[in-house]
T-cell receptor, first 114, second 117 residues
């Protein structure tokens, strides 16, 4: 099993450009998440999904959109990149339901917006 | 509002000694869960240990144990017999009952641990 994979690993964008980050998981997880990690601020939740076709806002959703057309994929889009979106982006997934499960993380995408 | 606080930005420990990383949390719910993750310099997030609010025993996983003090709302991570490979950033995270059908986690700011040879 590959677990959680993220594409690309690195990207440099100019202000105003758009891009999509792809997250894929092969563990049949119901729940998927996108986080950003900035120095000194831990991980903050951008958007999440509790199942195919459903998405919801997290703590810092502004400037991002997401889609979950297939259970195994969760896409994060930046329509018009800004320097404030320079960060490391992590995707995570977990089993769903009332029982508590840990989240499995991808390797991260380092995005720089100039 | 739910919150996780890690007050130690950086810690040093001598190899083979034990170290405690602090984590305090704030929630009004009675049912919640606490997680610790490790992030080495390579960047990946590795799950270490979990403690449920109703668990009577402190969680242990190999050299990792969680010192859970519910009344003080603290969930400190104890690493015994530190190894050089333990050098990393450590994050405490919480899931509360309000997130039971979403699995959302709230993370602390992290503590960087350096193990000295």
């Amino acid at each position: 099993n590959a677990g959680v994979t993220q594409t690309p690993k690195f990207r440099v964008l100019k202000t105003g450009q758009s891009m999509t980050l792809l997250c894929a998981q092969d563990m049949n997880h119901e729940y998927m998440y996108w986080y950003r990690q900035d120095p000194g601020m831990g991980l903050r939740l951008i958007h999440y999904s509790v199942g195919e076709g459903t998405t919801a806002k997290g703590e810092v959703p502004d400037g991002y959109n997401v889609s979950r057309l297939k259970k195994q994929n969760f896409l994060l889009g930046l329509e018009s990149a800004a320097p404030s979106q320079t960060s490391v982006y992590f995707c995570a997934s977990s089993y769903g339901g009332m029982q508590v499960y840990e989240q499995y993380f991808g390797p991260g995408t380092r995005l720089t917006v100039t | 509002a739910q919150k996780i606080t890690q007050t130690q930005p950086g810690m040093f420990v001598q190899e083979k000694e034990a170290v405690t990383l602090d984590c305090t949390y704030d929630t009004s719910d009675q049912s919640y869960g606490l997680f610790w993750y490790k992030q080495p310099s390579s960047g990946e997030m590795i799950f270490l240990i979990y403690q449920g609010s109703y668990d009577e025993q402190n969680a242990t996983e190999g050299r990792y144990s969680l010192n859970f003090q519910k009344a003080r709302k603290s969930a400190n991570l104890v690493i015994s017999a530190s190894q050089l490979g333990d050098s990393a950033m450590y994050f405490c995270a919480m899931r509360d009952r309000g997130s039971s059908n979403t699995g959302k986690l709230i993370f602390g700011q992290g503590t960087t641990l350096q193990v000295k040879p």
